[in-house]
């Protein structure tokens, strides 16, 4: 079935380090990919999504490239602050349903210490 | 442009008292309309969802129920509230066809 696989975590950096969270997602057809973010005590918010393979979406200085040869799409920026401290969810759509139906990843909780 | 406003913000209710939750949705038309529960370091889980006035699908066998009594409204209701009820609750909407969600700024309910 349609799927989303990500590294729970909790990820811990430094400020100013690279972070990547992997992403891969097992779908039939041709999905949507998007990442959204929730910081604390918020609802998600919508980071970053690509439509079709080889895209790339950005935002915020968070990067993620379509693969659809690896069926993965990790989320990386080059220096993250303090303020990216949140948790990140990866999710699919597009798979034909009445609905929009998204499935969504379990989340990986980022903390970044100054 | 398009809104979504969800309340209340927080909620602290006694076990088997009834609960009602608002969602509203703005500068759109004939919205698809979600509920999601989050418990606490948990992912997402979908509730319902619905794709026309009265039309509401449930996920999962649940103590809650869902209503849409007008395009851009939906809400999210129980009779008797459980423990187990406790987490917070997101609304979401999208444009059918396309892809993605909106999401409200959430209720977080603890049910006491």
């Known amino acids: 079935g349609n799927s989303v696989t990500q590294m729970e975590g909790p990820v811990t950096l430094s400020e100013e380090a690279f972070l990547t969270i992997n992403c891969t997602y097992t779908a039939t057809g041709y999905p949507s990919l998007f990442w959204y973010v929730q910081y604390p005590g918020e609802g998600l918010q919508l980071l970053l999504k690509a439509t079709k393979a080889d895209d790339k979406g950005s935002n915020k200085g968070f990067e993620a490239t379509y693969r659809k040869e690896t069926t993965s799409f990790h989320l990386e920026k080059g220096s993250v602050q303090v303020s990216d401290s949140a948790v990140y969810f990866c999710a699919l759509s597009g798979l034909g349903t009445s609905y929009d139906k998204v499935i969504f990843g379990p989340g990986t909780s980022l903390s970044v210490i100054p | 442009s398009q809104t979504i406003h969800q309340w209340p913000a927080t909620l602290v209710q006694p076990v088997g008292s009834p609960l009602s939750l608002e969602c509203t949705v703005e500068g759109t038309s004939n919205p698809n309309l979600y509920w999601y529960r989050q418990a606490a370091g948990r992912g997402l889980q979908l509730l319902f969802y619905?794709?026309?006035?009265?039309?509401i699908s449930s996920e999962v066998p649940q103590n809650l129920s869902a209503s849409r009594p007008q395009d851009r409204q939906f809400i999210l209701s129980s009779k008797k509230l459980l423990l187990s009820d406790s987490g917070f609750y997101l609304c979401?909407?999208?444009?059918?066809?396309?892809?993605?969600?909106?999401f409200g700024s959430g209720t977080r309910l603890t049910v006491v």
């Open positions: 979401a909407w999208s444009v059918p066809g396309a892809s993605g969600y909106t």
């Open positions: 619905s794709i026309g006035i009265g039309q």
